[in-house]
């Protein structure tokens, strides 16, 4: 979304000594925000008008260079000049100057903004079972991205999975790092602890280092419950010759008749007296 936003106070006049002259910034453009906030990296067009100034009256001033933080332009017929900035990797207060700087017959002219860059926060999801047993492995997956470019993921990221006992924490790392994919994906493989409950799990992105395009961490919780393993009872002899009687006859590519009824191995006689 591109928004427009106009400057008409900032207004900045030359030195006497000259034809006097004024800079105007006349408009602030960001694909993302306005009221002079914009996200790290944002493309920022700036528009400035430069006019000359007789009697109490302003006229543009016409195929002149300006510049607007180092960037140089020349204004047109309408005394516009316009700039393409990219907006600064580091969150906080930061300035535009543009400036005209004179020449033997017009005064120089300066005038400045103040804007405010966001940190970008990512969107993290986390997709796990909700259930499992006891010591079961598991796959955790989801994705990050990031809301003011949704066309694309972000890549090459590292998330954590972090475990406590409440939505709250205190929240350990149990598994990763896994980086993002191409679009912004992750997926990982995680054993659940043996001892049976409710455990709260989260996808993390500690986040970047200060001044990174997506240095804010997030996270996601999802409750999941283990279950205690079911217990089942071992195998007696006969049910194993059974089953590698059967694995023999399905390499052999033959078929597999009915279990007999009949035990395969006798049972052993009791002793006597018994």
């Given amino acids: 979304m591109v928004l427009y936003e106009p400057a008409t106070s900032e207004i900045a006049t030359a030195e006497a000594t000259k034809i006097g002259t004024a800079l105007q910034i006349t408009k602030f453009l960001s694909a993302t925000k306005s009221n002079n906030a914009v996200v790290k990296g944002d493309i920022l067009t700036v528009e400035a ?24 332009a020349e204004t047109s017929l309408g005394g516009i000049a316009t700039f393409s900035l ?6 906080g207060s930061h300035t535009i100057t543009v400036s005209f700087a004179g020449d033997a017959e017009y005064g120089s002219s300066t005038v400045s903004k103040s804007y405010t860059v966001e940190a970008r926060v990512p969107n993290l999801t986390i997709s796990m079972p909700t259930s499992g047993k006891a010591g079961e492995g598991i796959t955790w997956s989801g994705k990050m991205t990031d809301p003011k470019v949704t066309t694309f993921g972000i890549v090459l990221k590292d998330v954590y999975l972090q475990q406590g006992p409440s939505e709250t924490g205190p929240f350990v790392n149990v598994a990763g790092p896994v980086k993002t994919g191409a679009d912004g994906s992750y997926s990982g493989i995680y054993a659940l602890p043996m001892v049976p409950g409710t455990y709260y799990h989260r996808s993390r992105f500690p986040g ?5 395009e997506h240095e804010v961490a997030v996270s996601k919780v999802v409750a999941v419950k283990v279950l205690a393993p079911e217990e089942v009872p071992p195998k007696n002899l006969d049910e194993l010759l059974w089953e590698m009687f059967v694995e023999l006859l399905k ?11 009949i035990p395969l191995v006798p049972p052993l006689p009791l002793p006597e007296g018994e």
């Fill in 49 to 72: 008008k430069l006019w000359w100034v007789a009697e109490f009256k302003t006229y543009p001033l016409s195929y002149k260079p300006v510049t607007c933080n180092g960037v140089p």
């Fill in 86 to 91: 990219v907006a600064p990797v580091t969150a």
């Fill in 251 to 261: 390499s052999l590519g033959l078929p597999v008749p009915p279990k007999p009824l």
């Fill in 208 to 212: 970047g280092s200060p001044g990174a």
